[in-house]
C-alpha cells in the first residue's frame, strides 16, 4: 500500500450547510475510509505565506484548504476514495488534488 495525500480546494467558497451536518460529513467519510485513512488532517488557516528565494509574501487566493493521508494500492484507488469526499457533494467548485506520496 501506498501513502496518498488529498488536499483540498473549496474554490474560495464555503459549503452550503450549517458547520454541524458538514463536520458531520467529514466524519461520516473518514468512517467510510476506515483503516485507509492514515492522518485525517485539518483545514488550512487563511493567512497562508509563500516563501522563496527572495523573501516571504502573503499567498493571496491559496487553492489548498486542507489536506489528508490515505493508503490505496494505486493511484486510480486513491482518486476512488476521493470521489466520496464531502468537498466534492457541499462545495460548488470542490476539488480534491491527489497526490501520490513517495517514500524516503
Not at 50 to 60: D, E
Amino acid at each position: 500500500m501506498k501513502n496518498f495525500v488529498f488536499i483540498y480546494d473549496n474554490g474560495g467558497e464555503v459549503a452550503s450547510l450549517p458547520m454541524e451536518e458538514v463536520l458531520a460529513a467529514w466524519t461520516a467519510w473518514f468512517t467510510q475510509l476506515g483503516d485507509k485513512l492514515v492522518d485525517g488532517g485539518n483545514p488550512f488557516n487563511e493567512g497562508a505565506m509563500a516563501v522563496t528565494k527572495n523573501g516571504v509574501s502573503a499567498l493571496k487566493g491559496s487553492p489548498a484548504s486542507g489536506y489528508s493521508i490515505v493508503k490505496a494500492e494505486s493511484m486510480e484507488k486513491a482518486t476512488e476514495l476521493a470521489k466520496g469526499c464531502p468537498m466534492l457533494k457541499h462545495v460548488k467548485n470542490g476539488t480534491v488534488q491527489v497526490y501520490e506520496a513517495l517514500p524516503m
